[in-house]
């Protein structure tokens, strides 16, 4: 039986550890068909360790999103696994935890609101501009998003970054249709993962989160969210662009 992404490279973000979201759509990606480059920030070694654990050990390679050189040769280190690519997830954020967010809004300062602009939204926008040589017609990126049409608590400057990068989604849609390549968001409702453990009040904000929706919501699975990712990597939505697809059991649209 032929998997969904039989053929598929890809180039995932992202993957911190085996509950992240960026590890569960790297699995089930493998699991259909794709072969899979990741990338890996910081602890290399770790995510080298984490990268074992999939179906078919993926490579690894450094990408820190702040430094222009790791951008500029990210296309050069992907061919050294892949002859080009199909689709790519983007699965950065970073926010100081103590200032931008849980803290008094207002009194986050530049020096911190500005590396989690730039982590967080800039860099959607300078990684897809580094990969752009390795997509052809109908590759896809994907960015993760968490729903920014409200001010929920706690999550402050990152909600401003968040609503940023589905501007920045739509303005990637735009210039990239013209190139036959899809641009999207994947809106996940709260998952326990390891960034999670750093937003203030996540508790709270996740507890009502399954009573709130329709289909209901299981914070400790990030299967839905995967597959979904993957759906969108596949040529199965091939008009589907600058959009946000909303992967949070229904909860977007019950007003609450």
Not at 44 to 70: F, G, N, Y
Not at 162 to 186: C, T
């Amino acid at each position: 039986m032929s998997g969904l992404l039989d053929g598929k490279r890809l180039l995932i973000t992202g993957v911190i550890t085996d509950g992240s979201i960026a590890f569960h759509a790297a699995k089930i990606a493998q699991e259909q068909g794709a072969t899979v480059v990741l990338t890996g920030f910081g602890r290399l070694s770790l995510v080298e360790r984490i990268a074992k654990r999939l179906p078919v050990p993926a490579p690894v390679i450094e990408l820190d999103v702040t430094k222009q050189e790791h951008l500029d040769g990210l296309a050069d280190k992907v061919r050294e696994h892949v002859d080009g690519l199909d689709g790519v997830l983007h699965s950065i954020g970073y926010a100081n935890p103590e200032t931008c967010l849980g803290a008094p809004f207002v009194d986050a300062p530049w020096g911190d609101v500005g590396p989690a602009l730039h982590v967080s939204t800039y860099s959607y926008a300078s990684l897809a501009k580094s990969v752009l040589p390795l997509l052809g017609a109908g590759s896809s990126i994907i960015g993760m998003d968490f729903d920014a049409r409200v001010a929920w608590p706690s999550y402050n400057w990152m909600g401003v970054a968040k609503a940023g990068l589905e501007s920045v989604n739509r303005y990637l849609a735009r210039d990239l249709g013209p190139h036959g390549i899809r641009v999207n968001l994947v809106n996940a409702g709260p998952l326990k993962t390891m960034a999670a453990k750093s937003i203030p009040g996540f508790g709270e904000l996740e507890g009502g989160w399954n009573d709130r929706a329709p289909l209901g919501w299981d914070a400790t699975d990030p299967t839905p969210v995967a597959k979904s990712i993957c759906a969108l990597f596949s040529d199965w939505l091939p008009a589907t662009t600058g959009s946000v697809i909303m992967v949070d059991g229904g909860v977007h649209g019950t007003g609450q």
